[in-house]
Each structure stands twice: as C-alpha cells, then as structure tokens.
Nanobody, 120 residues
C-alpha cells in the first residue's frame, strides 16, 4: 500500500506560479524505483496526464498543454515529488493528483488531490 499526500495547491492569478508537493510512503514501497506522475481533473472533464518522472529522474514527460511551463522533479532521499507550475493560465484550474506506479504507463496508486484555481 502506497500513501501519497499532495500539498501546495491554492488560488493564484493568471501568470503566477505554484509549487505542488507530494509525499510518498509505504512499508514495501521503494520510491527510488517508482515512476511518479501528476494528473489533473477539471470539473466535468476526465482526468488527464500532466507530467511524469521515471525512476531515472532525468527522464521526464509532459503533456503538450504544460510543456515549457511546468517542471516535475523528485527527491529520492526524501520520497518527494514536486510540480513547479509557472505562467499559470485559467485553464490550468483543476484538482491535481499525485500518482505512483511501475512506469509512466502504469500508475496504480493515487493521492487525494489538491485544488489549483487560476483566476483571470
């Protein structure tokens, strides 16, 4: 069982920045060997992929909608993953979820989510 706890969401004006954090834990969970990712879900829409980091942290992946504005990073010593979000837009408003899994194609554990609201 993996526990994922997100934090750092909030209300920000368009053009601003936020940094989301996700703390991962679990008795049999090996963070350094897990892919980690961020997804988001806006009201009335399906959950969508935002960013992912393979366990080799130099391998990162982004959706086209956030590429160049968002950066995913991880600290394998602290079992933390981060999402730095810059130049935020109103369409970035959503609940953001942290995810863990064997690969970026196979996320099996999810956090409860943190709300991000971008005002115009």
């Amino acid at each position: 069982q993996v526990q994922l706890v997100e934090s750092g969401g909030g209300l920000v004006q368009a053009g601003g920045s936020l940094r989301l954090s996700c703390a991962a834990s679990g008795r049999t969970f090996t963070f350094s060997r897990s892919a980690m990712g961020w997804y988001r879900q806006a009201p009335g829409q399906e959950r969508e992929f935002v960013a992912a980091s393979s366990w080799i942290s130099t391998n990162t992946y982004y959706s086209d909608s956030v590429k160049g504005r968002f950066t995913i990073s991880r600290d394998n010593q602290k079992n933390m993953v981060y999402l730095q979000m810059n130049r935020l837009k109103p369409e970035d408003t959503a609940v953001y979820y942290c995810a863990a899994g064997r690969s970026r194609y196979d996320f099996t554990d999810w956090g409860q989510g943190t709300q991000v609201t971008v005002s115009s």
